[in-house]
């Protein structure tokens, strides 16, 4: 795979990124989350009062175990309701479109049986477009080099 730019969006700068172990669980489990999409990064950032944008140069090794989710299919969902329920998975780094808070609530509804997945579907397809990646191991972290920070405008 060739060197990709990802962002991170935070607080502060993150030269040297970690995994943190969190109270909330997360779309892809326990990780460091990125993404391709620098205006998704930005509003990752504006939940903050300084605002930040990390940049990265990512340069896969072919020794790491890497699931990419294409398009949000049934694997995918059933994957994130996992992950979500706090149940851990063997990859390394895992990519694909992000469950935002709305997208979320439909998952909620449908674990729950309030929706099938046939409407959770028909719900769904309507988002815009979202990309992430989870670096789950620290090995995976090696593949990232900082190259620097931008503030975000207020």
Not at 3 to 24: A, D, W
Not at 26 to 35: E, H, I, N, Q
Not at 83 to 111: F, L, T
Request: charged share 25%; aromatic share 14%.
């Amino acid at each position: 795979m060739a060197i990709m730019t990802v962002y991170h969006g935070g607080y502060q700068p993150v030269s040297v990124p970690e995994i943190r172990i969190g109270r909330n669980t997360k779309d892809f489990g326990t990780g460091f989350y990125c993404t391709v999409i620098k205006e998704q990064a930005q509003r990752w950032a504006k939940r903050y009062n300084t605002k930040i944008v990390s940049i990265y140069d990512v340069k896969f090794s072919s020794s790491l175990k890497i699931k990419e989710f294409k398009e949000m299919t049934d694997e995918w969902l059933d994957f994130i309701v996992d992950c979500r329920n706090g149940k851990p998975h063997m990859y390394d780094i895992v990519i694909g479109a992000m469950a935002d808070d709305q997208i979320y609530n439909y998952i909620s509804d449908y674990v729950e049986g309030t929706i099938t997945r046939e409407q959770f579907w028909t719900l769904a397809k309507f988002k815009y477009p979202t990309h992430q990646i989870s670096f789950c191991t620290n090995v995976a972290l090696k593949c990232l080099e900082y190259r620097g920070y931008e503030e975000v405008e207020k």
